[in-house]
Structures are given as structure tokens and as C-alpha cells.
């Protein structure tokens, strides 16, 4: 495993601004070699710590000084590892394993930042094929992006904190723009608070939801995205931004006790499809709400599709029905018999073609579905 991985793919380095393309497969192989390398650490570093807690029942105040000032003097353990190699890919994907391990903390210590920091000034070596450019490269670990972006994150986590021991300041945080960073901060913030200060937040953005239909872009950010109350989801539906509102509309489970909110998604032509799909999935019945919505404008196409999904007696409603309904329900209709495309529906399009009011246009249209 500690075999030079630059001796496998015949490089020699001359000067810091080498580069080299990888295969899948190889680059397969280097992570795999990175792994391997970074178990191995940890294990030295277990081993270490069980021979320090040795050495400390023996030897207490010499050993424990001695410790404490090797600890805040090194690098971490794996960071001196990686700089004493001189396999420079090998290097560059061990310090992107090191990275992933950062991500996965909630915070890092002063000396992980410190690291972080040096690490913004890395050369990247290893490239890749560009997946979407044939014939160009791009880099397969970035390791130098990846250390400015976990700063920057923390440095948000930072200002999160603080805004969160601040009421007014995170309440209007969370009136700014969705896709501002004061927002993004805000968001972050509001995660550490506890159930009792959201519930208050809550609270007080959903008293200017009927004023304010912006109200309902923080409401999203505070609500528990796996138990949303149905209440303040139903009125982010029917009184929030449109954007809020079908945002508002996926977060719906599938349990029954969220058909009511569906109801009022439906209620809301201009949500779409995807207020069918909400109704459907908390156990709606497409012939319950459906075939009235047929002649809306906004969501006669979706119910024609659902309606030919589920409808349980879509060829006997449509017989009844399509002669009186009005031309754009009927329209509908015949969409719903082309989606279903069973022996029943291709026979009643047949019958359909003599009817008189179809148009020409129509009538040939429907005879190409045949």
C-alpha cells in the first residue's frame, strides 16, 4: 500500500506545477490506498493514546506536562503523516479523506482551523475527465475549494451562534431575502434553538403570515421538516408566497392526517400538479376531488393524468359525462382515455370520433391515438 503511486502511472515530478490525469480505475485505487493509509493512522493514534493513559499511571505530572504541551504544539497526527510523504498524489488524497473526516463535525478545534487555513493554498494535481466536457479536465479532489468552503461554513456557524442569542436580530434575519446569506446565517441559527424558542418564532411569523405572505419563507425555515405542523402548513398554502406555498406542498407526508392540507393545496390552482400529487398521496381518491378540476385551466392536464392513473371508473364517468361537459373538460377527457390506453378506453375514443362535435383537428388528432 505504500508503494509510490506516482511509480504506477510513470510520472516524474520536476517542478511544483506537474499535473496528472487519472482513470477511473485509478483514481479508484488511490482513494482506496488513502483509506488504507488513514486506518492505519488511526490506529497508531488509538495505540498512542492507550500507551499515554499507560505512561500517565506511572509517571503523572512528568508525563501529563510532557503531553499537554505536545498537544497544542503538533499538527494532528495524520496531518504530520501526509506532510512527510513524497507520493504527491498520494498526499493530495490523503488530505481530502482528512477533509471529509472535518465535514462530519459539528466544529473544529483551533488547530484543525489552522490546518484548514494552510490547506486554502494547496496546488491541485490530481485531474480527472470532465464529465460533462468531453476532452477537458478538472480536478478530482480541489483539495485548496473544499478547506475555503468548510471555513467559510464555520465562519457561518460562527455568526449563526451569535444571531441566535439575539431575538430581534434573528427575526430579522429570517424577513430577509430566501436566498440571501443573511438568510442562509439565519437558518443555521435557527437549528440550535431550542423547542420551546422555535415554538415562539413560530408563533410570531405566523401571526403576519395573513399580512405578510413573505412570513411564510421563515415559517418553512423553523417548522421540523420531518413533523410540520398541519395547521401552519395549511396556512403557508393558502396565504403564503406561491413559492413558499409549493415548497410547502412537498413537504407533505403521506400519513392521512395531511389530506386536509392537501385540500387546501388543491384549493390553489396555481400550485399545479403538485397539489394533485399531495391529495393523492395522503390517500385522496381521484374521483372524489378530480373531475371538476378537469375544466381549470391550471390543473385540468394534471387531473386527466391522474385521473387515468387511478380512476376506478374513468370509462363509464366519461361516457356519462362528455357529450354535456364543455369543450375544454372534454378536451380532458379525451386525454385521460389516451393516457389509460386499456381495450375499454381505445374502443370509447372509436365510438367518440362520430361525435359531432368534435372538430376536424380533433377528430384527426384522436385518430392518430388509435
Known amino acids: 500500500m505504500k508503494t509510490a503511486l506516482l511509480l504506477l502511472f510513470g510520472l516524474i515530478i520536476s517542478s511544483e506545477s506537474w499535473a496528472v490525469e487519472l482513470s477511473e480505475k485509478q483514481l479508484m485505487y488511490l482513494k482506496q490506498t488513502a483509506a488504507s493509509e488513514l486506518r492505519q493512522i488511526e490506529s497508531q493514534r488509538l495505540s498512542v493514546q492507550s500507551q499515554s493513559v499507560f505512561d500517565h499511571a506511572d509517571r503523572v505530572a512528568e508525563s501529563t506536562a510532557s503531553l499537554t504541551r505536545r498537544a497544542s504544539n503538533d ?13 504527491a498524489a498520494l498526499r493530495e488524497a490523503m488530505l481530502d479523506q482528512w477533509l471529509s473526516k472535518q465535514l462530519q463535525k459539528p466544529a473544529n478545534s483551533d488547530q484543525e482551523l489552522a490546518v484548514l487555513e494552510s490547506l486554502t493554498r ?13 476532452g477537458h479536465t478538472m480536478p478530482a479532489f480541489n483539495v485548496a475549494q473544499r478547506s475555503r468552503n468548510l471555513l467559510a461554513f464555520r465562519q457561518r456557524q460562527l455568526e449563526a451562534r451569535t444571531m441566535a442569542d ?14 440571501s446569506e443573511t438568510f442562509y446565517t439565519a437558518t443555521l441559527a435557527a437549528e440550535s434553538l431550542s423547542h420551546r424558542q422555535k415554538l415562539e418564532l413560530i408563533t410570531h411569523f405566523h401571526l403576519e403570515l395573513i399580512s405578510d405572505p413573505f412570513a411564510a419563507q421563515a415559517l418553512l425555515a423553523l417548522l421540523d421538516r420531518n413533523a410540520p405542523e398541519p395547521n401552519v402548513l395549511s396556512d403557508v398554502i393558502t396565504h403564503g408566497d406561491l413559492t413558499s406555498a409549493r415548497r410547502a406542498v412537498r413537504t407533505i407526508g403521506t400519513e392521512a392526517h395531511f389530506q386536509p392540507v392537501a385540500e387546501q393545496a388543491l384549493a390553489r390552482p396555481e400550485i399545479g400538479g403538485l397539489a394533485i400529487q399531495a391529495w393523492l398521496a395522503t390517500g385522496g381518491d381521484s374521483d372524489q376531488k378530480l ?42 377527457m379525451l386525454l385521460a382515455l389516451k393516457l389509460r390506453d386499456s381495450q375499454a378506453s381505445r374502443s370509447l375514443l372509436e365510438q367518440l370520433l ?8 380533433q377528430r384527426a388528432e384522436v385518430a392518430s391515438w388509435l
Not at 122 to 134: A, F, K, W
Not at 166 to 179: F, K, R, V, Y
Open 166 to 179: 439575539n431575538h430581534e436580530s434573528l427575526i430579522a434575519a429570517l424577513q430577509a431575502a430566501p436566498e
Open 354 to 361: 362520430s361525435a359531432d362535435w368534435l372538430s376536424q383537428q
Open 75 to 87: 499538527k494532528p497526527l495524520l496531518m504530520r503523516h501526509i506532510d512527510q510523504l513524497d507520493d
Open 291 to 332: 373531475w371538476p378540476l378537469l375544466d381549470d385551466p391550471s390543473l385540468g392536464v394534471d387531473a386527466a393524468r391522474a385521473l387515468a392513473a387511478h380512476s376506478n371508473r374513468l370509462i363509464e364517468t366519461i361516457e356519462a359525462e362528455i357529450n354535456s361537459a364543455n369543450p375544454t373538460a372534454r378536451a380532458r
Open 122 to 134: 494547496e496546488t491541485q494535481h490530481v485531474l480527472i475527465s470532465h464529465h460533462e466536457m468531453p
